[in-house]
């Protein structure tokens, strides 16, 4: 069974940064798409970016510009960098995997790290 870890959330100011990271216990090769969802209460959990198995990048409108999600394989890990934070940007953020044995979807998910932007 696949695990994901996320790390790297926290509390920061408007206008700054954070680091985000997902650890996967096997290859990430394995996986057609990666990507980060975020969820703030009261909300449905939103895609945010989102990364195809041959390095292709998507991203929501709201953060375009201010947010790369980047992989390294060798590391097993998927990272997304956030710049120039606002209050909104406040949620749980999960780490996500996709794959299709078979042809069927499979969805991975992390346990979220919580990100507040505050001043």
Do not use: H
């Not at 100011?13 to 997902?22: N, T, V």
């Not at 969802?37 to 989102?50: E, F, L, M, T």
């Not at 998507?58 to 999600?69: E, M, P, Q």
């Amino acid at each position: 069974q696949v695990q994901l870890v996320e790390s790297g959330g926290g509390s920061v100011q408007p206008g700054g940064s954070l680091r985000l990271s997902c650890a996967a216990s096997g290859s990430i090769s394995s996986f057609n798409v990666m990507g980060w969802y975020r969820q703030a209460p009261g909300n449905q959990r939103d895609v945010v970016a989102s990364i195809t198995s041959s390095s292709s990048t998507n991203y929501a409108d709201s953060v375009k510009g201010r947010f790369t999600i980047s992989r390294d394989v060798a590391k097993k890990t998927v990272y997304l960098d956030m710049n120039n934070l606002k209050p909104e940007d406040t949620a749980v953020y999960y780490c996500n995997a996709v794959s299709f044995p078979l042809g069927l979807r499979r969805d991975y998910w992390g346990q979220g790290t919580q990100v507040t932007v505050s001043s």
